[in-house]
């Protein structure tokens, strides 16, 4: 019923940048928190950043002040701003967000996207 799509992710040198976007589409009536998640090998996922519905965010501390999260509620998409990359940020990165559908509108569901990698290699 609902899908999201993650783009943005790829190849890039210590100390550059990247941007991912996630589009969620499908029998949508309202999104609150969407956010973004990763996955080292080896390691289990851990929560990146976070945006609710009103604009607050959450964020890791290993990206607090390289990472921006934000949010467009007229497209039901999400962004994640990566700058200062380290090769420690290498990981699938996968979007996530709680949705209600049209038919059950009092209950928010967790979706998610099918990853996207991100590599931080010289």
């Known amino acids: 019923q609902v899908q999201l799509v993650e783009s943005g992710g790829g190849l890039v040198q210590p100390g550059g940048s990247l941007r991912l976007s996630c589009a969620a589409s499908g029998n949508i009536f309202r999104i609150n928190t969407m956010g973004w998640y990763r996955q080292a090998p080896g390691k289990q996922r851990e929560l990146v950043a976070a945006i609710i519905s009103g604009g607050s965010t959450n964020y890791a501390d290993s990206v607090k002040g390289r990472f921006t999260i934000s949010r467009d509620n007229a497209k039901n998409t999400v962004y994640l701003q990566m700058n200062s990359l380290k090769p420690e940020d290498t990981a699938v990165y996968y979007c996530?967000?709680?949705?209600?559908?049209?038919?059950?509108?009092?209950?928010?569901?967790?979706?998610w996207g099918q990853g996207t990698q991100v590599t931080v290699s010289s």
């Open positions: 996530n967000a709680a949705v209600a559908v049209i038919t059950s509108r009092l209950r928010y569901d967790p979706y």
